[in-house]
T-cell receptor
């Protein structure tokens, strides 16, 4: 039971480098989400995709872009990484974007030097 | 802004019930109460949710007051593996599923 799979699990980047975080779910869910979590804080929504073909900004979208490649996959791209983007990134999916529970991946730990 | 207030931390003895409170005094009629938990370094895990009736599943029970301004998550027999940060979140069906996480309650289950 894979659920939500995120790759890579760890990554170190230099300032200015670009990077794409991958997320895939095998639950046939319509909605997918990207969050970031900074030390000692709760998760904050970066972008979400209510359904295939749609994406919307969340609470902290600046510096990021997303692509809903198909129903299974939702990627997050950092075009020019900055130290302030050092964080743990979580992808989640839900059956649909209303009150259905979200299922989370194990996260990508990203450090930007 | 998070719409909920939770204690920062709580302790519980192993085998005893853990009762985690949440205040959501501004909850509106169409908002549900959700509970998630995050075990260290892992992604959040859905526990339970409810609208106005008490709910129970294999993990926990959710007690919502009659005025819906507060709720309590109950882990009936806490184990060491229940040590985690517990998040209480209110959300309505027209918010696109956008969860707003507060600071949560750090529950420590002790032997």
């Amino acid at each position: 039971n894979a659920g939500v799979t995120q790759t890579p699990k760890f990554q170190v980047l230099k300032t200015g480098q670009s990077m794409t975080l991958q997320c895939a779910q095998d639950m046939n869910h319509n909605s997918m989400y990207w969050y970031r979590q900074d030390p000692g804080m709760g998760l904050r929504l970066i972008y979400y995709s209510a359904s295939e073909g749609t994406t919307d900004k969340g609470e902290v979208p600046n510096g990021y872009n997303v692509s809903r490649l198909n129903k299974r996959e939702f990627s997050l791209r950092l075009e020019s990484a900055a130290p302030s983007q050092t964080s743990v990134y979580f992808c989640a999916s839900s059956e649909r974007g209303d009150i259905k529970p979200q299922h989370f991946g194990d996260g990508t730990r990203l450090s930007i030097l | 802004d998070a719409k909920t207030t939770q204690p920062t931390s709580m302790d519980c003895a192993e085998g005893r019930a853990a009762n985690l409170p949440c205040n959501h005094s501004t909850i509106s009629g169409n908002e549900y109460v959700y509970w998630y938990r995050q075990i260290h370094s892992q992604g959040p895990q859905y526990i339970i949710h409810g609208l106005k009736n008490n709910e129970t599943n294999e993990m926990a029970s959710l007690i919502i007051t009659e005025d819906r301004k507060s709720s309590t998550l109950i882990l009936p027999h806490a184990t060491l593996r229940d040590t985690a940060v517990y998040y209480c979140i209110v959300i309505s069906g027209n918010q696109g599923g956008k969860l707003i996480f507060g600071q949560g309650t750090e529950l420590s289950v002790k032997p």
